[in-house]
């Protein structure tokens, strides 16, 4: 578990089902993501996936409910995943119920998660993607301290169409410097 002034980031539980359900069911939640449609069956799904890839002692995931202490139950998740051990490197990706845009929960919740990655798991690069038309994904991105590094052409399909993508990348002592030298992290 993570904790951030806000936010406690904490493994899913089976009794985050009914929460998941009810805001990644919605089109604005997964309009970006290269993931079909979303059903209770397929969030359901989801759940018991990451359940199981949580149990694994070898995991190379790790995704993290992001629980406001104000409101009590989850309201996202933040997931990190090791891409190479040789390299040390990881990508990120996160996702929010709509109904909590705008509060900073994901800013929060993801630098949270860098820190995590550079100094629990001792990655020293990190790497995540976001659609050219999500700006408030890329805003996260680049107010976690991350640059863009360049544009992916038709690189994700999304339900029949090919969308480009934005590359966003920070090293360790990136983040170890933005985070020293400003009083509350990167912004």
Do not use: C
């Not at 904790?3 to 009794?15: A, K």
């Not at 309201?75 to 990881?90: K, L």
């Amino acid at each position: 578990m993570l904790r951030t002034e806000r936010l406690l980031l904490r493994p899913l539980r089976p009794g985050d089902l009914e929460h998941l359900q009810r805001y990644a069911t919605r089109p604005e939640f997964y309009r970006y993501l290269p993931i079909p449609e979303q059903t209770r069956e397929t969030v359901a799904t989801f759940l018991e996936q990451q359940l199981a890839e949580a149990a694994r002692p070898d995991k190379k995931t790790w995704v993290f409910g992001v629980e406001p202490f104000d409101v009590g139950r989850i309201v996202g998740t933040v997931r990190i995943t090791i891409v190479s051990q040789e390299e040390h490197t990881a990508d990120m990706g996160y996702a929010l119920d709509s109904d909590f845009y705008r509060r900073g929960y994901m800013r929060e919740a993801a630098r949270a998660v860098l820190d995590f990655g550079f100094h629990e798991l001792g990655l020293r690069r990190i790497w995540a993607t976001a659609d050219v038309e999500n700006r408030a994904s890329w805003r996260v991105l680049e107010r976690i301290g991350m640059k863009r590094e360049r544009s992916l052409q038709r690189d994700k399909l999304l339900r029949g169409a090919w969308r480009d993508s934005y590359l966003y990348t920070i090293l360790k002592e990136e983040f170890d410097s933005a985070t020293t030298s400003a009083p509350n992290g990167p912004d």
